[in-house]
């Protein structure tokens, strides 16, 4: 199983210990000296008062942020967890990721999902209601720039006469596409467009805020893993080659007390049922603590 580590750029409330460019290029250098195979970002452009009273973080920009760790390091994979592409137009989406893709010579890995935050699309000017609709436009669109020249699409939107976007991706034929979600709808995503699936653990109490079923043993995982099977047969694809998948103890909604050895008794059950990846995340009150929890992850793992 390979490791993607979270970057602790949502402590916005001490942004010269974590949010600044030389936090972040640190923090993505530990973690390639560590051995993670990727660093991750998670994606809230525009999040209300009432959301991050309530629990909710803030978050740099995510090729923005990636960038400067892909410029700190050589190896280590970059992965969106997750980029939300229906707040964005697809064709200024797809040049984003292209363009992070050429610039970290081919180590972005794009996670993303529908989105769930009501106030975030209402501040953004897109319909919620259309998410997923919009999501599976963007996909599209974006695969079809990447991969092809004078792109013609029209939507009720905006229209595209023949773009060609250059250079073409190093990661051929596109940046690996992982689905994110836990519904029956992203996974037959992610099985007829995904190279990857992103299921994430989530308590029944959480499912109906974050608008995505509850994952919280793992019977409820194998059996999502049994449809994504079956919905890649269906379609005649190869089941999508990763799922990434975090244990309980090592998310938000874990208990915090980093027990590794609970959390290497639930990653060897999570590759059991064929997980490949796993983010994980270490709360920290500063750099230094952060840097040892990483490490301390690795020494208990390895």
Not at 19 to 30: I, Q, W
Request: hydrophobic residues 45%.
């Amino acid at each position: 199983m390979k490791f993607a580590l979270g970057l602790p750029i949502d402590h916005v409330e001490r942004p010269d210990e974590f949010v600044s460019g030389a936090a972040v290029t640190e923090c993505a250098r530990h973690a390639e000296d560590l051995g993670y195979a990727a660093v991750y970002v998670t994606d809230h452009p525009a999040p209300d008062a009432k959301w991050l009273a309530t629990g909710g973080h803030h978050a740099l920009e995510p090729m923005v942020a990636l960038a400067f760790a892909a410029a700190a390091t050589e190896r280590l994979r970059l992965l969106t967890n997750i980029y939300v592409l229906a707040y964005r137009n697809p064709f200024l989406a797809a040049k984003s990721v292209l363009s992070l893709d050429v610039l970290s010579s081919g180590r972005l890995v794009l996670g993303v999902a529908a989105g769930y935050l009501r106030s975030e699309f209402n501040a953004l000017g897109v319909d919620f209601d259309r998410r997923n609709e919009l999501l599976d436009e963007a996909i599209e669109v974006c695969i079809r720039v990447w991969t092809e020249d004078a792109v013609e699409v029209e939507t009720d939107r905006y229209r595209s006469r023949g773009t060609t976007m250059r250079p073409k991706p190093v990661a051929q034929p596109h940046p690996p596409l992982w689905i994110g979600g836990n519904s029956r709808q992203a996974i037959r995503r992610a099985a007829r467009v995904g190279q990857g699936w992103m299921p994430f653990p989530n308590p029944a109490a959480a499912a109906g805020a974050l608008k995505t079923p509850a994952i919280e043993s793992l019977d409820d995982l194998r059996t999502r893993v049994e449809y994504l099977h079956e919905c890649a047969a269906e379609l005649g694809r190869p089941v999508p080659s990763d799922i990434c998948c975090a244990p309980m103890s090592l998310t938000h909604f874990g208990a915090g007390d980093l027990d590794f050895g609970r959390v290497r008794d639930e990653l060897a059950a999570l590759e059991a049922l064929g997980v490949t990846w796993s983010p994980v995340w270490f709360p920290a009150t500063s750099r230094a603590e952060w840097r040892e929890r990483a490490a301390a992850f690795v020494a208990a793992v390895s």
